[in-house]
């Protein structure tokens, strides 16, 4: 019974050793640059939704046909639906040379506004990363102008680990931004 109770209380003691593994938290950043912004036009930023699934901290990774894993070490260090509404902001004024803004409050100055719902977002264990999206884009003072859209993009991690993954999301954020973009411009 003694060399039981050794053995046990070895094994409690190796375990509390341990370490635990890091936390490593990703944010979106979108990499702008600074121009000319056409402040005549206000676009504006609605709603802007997540999937269910999304809605925690942990990066989302496929893997299986149906099974998605968060990944308990690697997270959001903001809840993702701010992220994307902030990095499409940034995105979508560059592109468009013109003032994007998040604040509801001053919906009376926006001439548009857009209504964004990522259904997916994530990579799977081949690298490769989908984003699945639709939005809507309508005249504030013209209700006829109104666009809706939706976009399944796909790309590719370069680099393996979960900082490229966070990379390719970006990427496609970009391209949905692209297409947004090049939808009001059309109106």
């Known amino acids: 019974m003694k060399y039981v109770t050794l053995i046990l209380v070895s094994l409690f003691a190796g ?3 341990s370490p ?6 990703y944010f979106l950043s979108a990499d702008i640059q600074p121009g000319v912004i056409n402040e005549e036009m206000t676009i504006g930023i609605g709603v802007v939704d997540v999937a269910p699934y999304l809605q925690r901290s942990e990066i989302m990774l496929q893997i299986g046909p149906q099974e998605l894993r968060p990944a308990r070490y690697h997270q959001w260090a903001e809840p993702l ?8 902001r940034d995105r979508l004024s560059t592109d468009l040379a013109t003032a994007v803004d998040t604040n509801r409050q001053f ?16 990579g ?21 102008l109104k666009k809706r859209n939706r976009v399944r993009i796909t790309g590719n991690q370069i680099g393996s680990g979960y900082a490229a993954l966070v990379d390719a999301e970006e990427a496609l954020l970009d391209s949905l931004a692209r297409q947004i973009a ?4 059309s109106l």
């Open 15 to 17: 375990c509390a050793g």
């Open 20 to 25: 635990s593994p890091e936390q490593h938290l």
């Open 81 to 88: 639906q701010a992220s994307v509404r902030r990095y499409l």
């Open 107 to 122: 919906r009376d100055n926006w001439q548009m506004q857009i209504d964004i719902t990522v259904d997916k977002l994530h």
């Open 124 to 144: 799977d264990l081949d690298g490769q990363v989908l984003l699945d999206a639709h939005y809507l884009i309508h005249g504030i003072a013209d209700p006829t």
């Open 182 to 185: 090049k939808d009001v411009e």
